[in-house]
Nanobody
Framework: QVQLVESGGGLVQAGGSLRLSCAAS????????MGWFRQAPGKEREFVAA????????YYADSVKGRFTISRDNAKNTVYLQMNSLKPEDTAIYYC????????????WGQGTQVTVSS
């Protein structure tokens, strides 16, 4: 049974930093694409960042480029999202997601972790 468990969310002042973690279990994730998404109140869920398993290529939404960094530790089946220079508009529930293979759509999702950035 595949599980993704996020942690590291919290309340931070604007300009501050947080690091989110997503621990994966129940599958072989080293080759999967792992991604982070977020959903703010009253808004659609949006893509934040992704990292491929086969070559660790990374992809970012324009809104977070230069401020957020996605990384992974395949030995620990864990993906991270380092968030710097946080803004109030980054406030959202952040979700970790995984594909079921080296490519494809996101299939597995975590339960989410709340990030709140105060001004």
């Amino acid at each position: 049974q595949v599980q993704l468990v996020e942690s590291g969310g919290g309340l931070v002042q604007a300009g501050g930093s947080l690091r989110l973690s997503c621990a994966a279990s129940g599958g072989t994730f080293s080759s999967y694409v792992m991604g982070w998404f977020r959903q703010a109140p009253g808004k659609e869920r949006e893509f934040v960042a992704a990292i491929r398993g086969i070559d660790s290529s990374t992809y970012y939404a324009d809104s977070v480029k230069g401020r957020f960094t996605i990384s992974r530790d395949n030995a620990k089946n864990t993906v991270y999202l380092q968030m710097n220079s946080l803004k109030p508009e980054d406030t959202a529930i952040y979700y970790c997601a995984s594909t079921r293979g080296a490519t494809g759509t996101y299939y597995y999702w975590g339960q989410g972790t709340q990030v709140t950035v105060s001004s």
